[in-house]
């Protein structure tokens, strides 16, 4: 009888095993534990056809708006949790806490030399972000590739308003010193809603979630030798930071931008007092043997 335990097992057995001669054991692996799931997930919630096809469409709809800007797909992945979730069962915990890759790390950071100003527009109280770069051992990682991104202080990153911002703002890629530093000039970031105006948002709107990300900037580092760090720096006391959008938030990445009024040590970052001044280590993995095959 067609819808039968037995039958829809059967169903399961023969997609699994369809995959049996799949040539790279972890492709099947994979594949073949999607499909068990995913046809648990079927067997227990009964989705009807109507359910099943508006799921098809939804998942559409998001491809459909993504573009070379604006990635849907993993802001799907945001808001599900999967991406914090991917993110900390790949975690070995020898370094600084890991957090998601966002939808706007989608186009090249500039390259710039440490104590540039990333803030192309000139506007909003100075900001200086003064990192040290080490490896678990806690010795300074010299050369290491720190790029970083964030919106500005009205919550907006340079893709979102392609009319206001240039290209590049609250962008950049760095390299470290002899003693694994580097900084950098920008204005602290907003708190800001992540894009509603697509598939992402019709989920947030039909389940009564808000769609705020709290104030961060983010980073991925690289050194030779070691994993690379998707991470972010949170602004302390500001919003959201219990209940970020994407489930990104670390007690240990919230940090605070602490304002500075010595002229002196203005001078010496380059900025005019009153400015903020964000200070943090961050510590990266010695790659794992499977790493570097």
């Known amino acids: 009888m067609p819808g039968t335990d ?3 097992k059967a169903i399961t057995a023969a997609t699994v095993d369809s995959f049996a001669d799949t040539p790279d054991p972890r492709l099947r692996e994979l594949l073949q534990g999607l499909v068990l799931h995913l046809h648990d997930y079927v067997r227990e919630l009964r989705p009807t056809i109507q359910e099943w096809e508006y799921a098809v469409d939804y998942l559409t709809a998001v491809g459909q708006k993504c573009d070379p800007t604006r990635q849907e797909f993993i802001l799907l992945s945001d808001v599900l949790g999967v991406s914090m979730l991917v993110e900390t069962v790949n975690e070995q915990g020898g370094g600084t806490e890991s957090t998601v890759l966002g939808p706007f ?13 990333i803030d192309l527009m000139g506007t909003g109280t100075p900001c200086v972000v003064s990192l040290r770069v080490t490896s678990a051992d806690g010795g300074p990682l010299t050369g290491a590739s720190v790029d970083v991104w964030q919106c500005t202080e009205d919550g907006f990153y340079d893709v979102q308003q392609p009319d206001v911002q ?11 010193d002899d003693e694994g530093r580097v900084w950098f000039r920008t204005v602290v970031p907003s708190h800001y809603p992540i894009p509603t105006d697509g598939p992402v948002g019709v989920l ?3 389940t009564g979630r808000h769609p705020y990300r709290p104030a961060h900037i983010h980073f991925i580092v690289e050194a030779d030798g070691h994993r690379p760090l998707t991470t972010h720096i949170f602004v302390a006391d500001g919003p959201y930071l219990d209940s970020d959008a994407v489930f990104a938030v670390k007690e240990s990445l919230v940090v605070d ?6 002229e002196e040590k203005a001078r010496e970052y380059r900025v005019t007092a009153p400015f903020r001044l964000a200070d943090f280590d961050i510590t990266v ?3 794992a043997d499977e790493d570097a095959r």
């Open 6 to 8: 037995e039958a829809t």
């Open 105 to 117: 790390h989608v186009v090249e950071s500039p390259e710039r030399e440490t104590g540039d100003n």
């Open 166 to 176: 240039p290209l590049g703002n609250g962008r950049g890629l760095f390299k470290t």
């Open 204 to 206: 947030l709107d039909a």
């Open 257 to 262: 931008f602490a304002q500075i009024d010595d």
């Open 285 to 287: 993995e010695p790659a």
